[in-house]
């Protein structure tokens, strides 16, 4: 029984990872219960078995993605340094869009299938990864690292807009050289630090820390 549970869970995490792969490099319209069963050494018919339709696939991907995002997000320790503290979860999330480009590439591409829209359920996964870096930056206000007139939100929608230009940026190849994509995360969010009002030096000081 335990090894047919493994076989059952080993078809389904090949279907979740062929479904992302599709959706990112070749679109929706590249998707279908035949192509996924293919490549997942499975039958058609496991596509049903395990999500229903092709659509509950797709969901299953966005959802249980967001869910591994938001666990990885919520394990960085809170830290007496809050800049510290948001860098490292810079870092988190550079690190999850490298890992899993193409999941990420579903959650953030705009990539969807016909007939498939997020819920309200799904947008609140998606937004709940913002609330780790938006309570750092709250405490990096109340400490006086950051202006205390700052706007914790506007400021985290300007730093995920950030990483996320950087995530794409980096999987399409254009950061290179010798200037890649850690040398990169490490000037933009001591920029972003200071320019929230941080000090250049405990900046520098700080981000090193949380990037190492």
Known sequence: MS???RA????RRSLLREAARVLSEEGPAALSTRRLAKQAGTSTMAVYT???SMLELVRAVTREGFDRFRSQVEAVAANDDP???LAELCRVYQAFARAE???YAVLFGGSTVAGFELTEEDRTMGVDVLRCPRDAIRRCITAGRFHSDADPD???RQLFCQMHGLAQLAR???????HGPDQVLTAMTGSFAIAA?????AATRSVTAGLS
């Open 3 to 5: 090894t047919l549970k």
């Open 8 to 11: 059952s869970s080993d078809v």
């Open 50 to 52: 395990h999500f229903g």
């Open 83 to 85: 800049v510290a503290e």
């Open 101 to 103: 480009p193409d999941v």
């Open 154 to 156: 506007l400021l985290v």
């Open 172 to 178: 399409a190849g254009y950061i290179m050289g010798a």
């Open 197 to 201: 009002g941080d000090s250049p030096e």
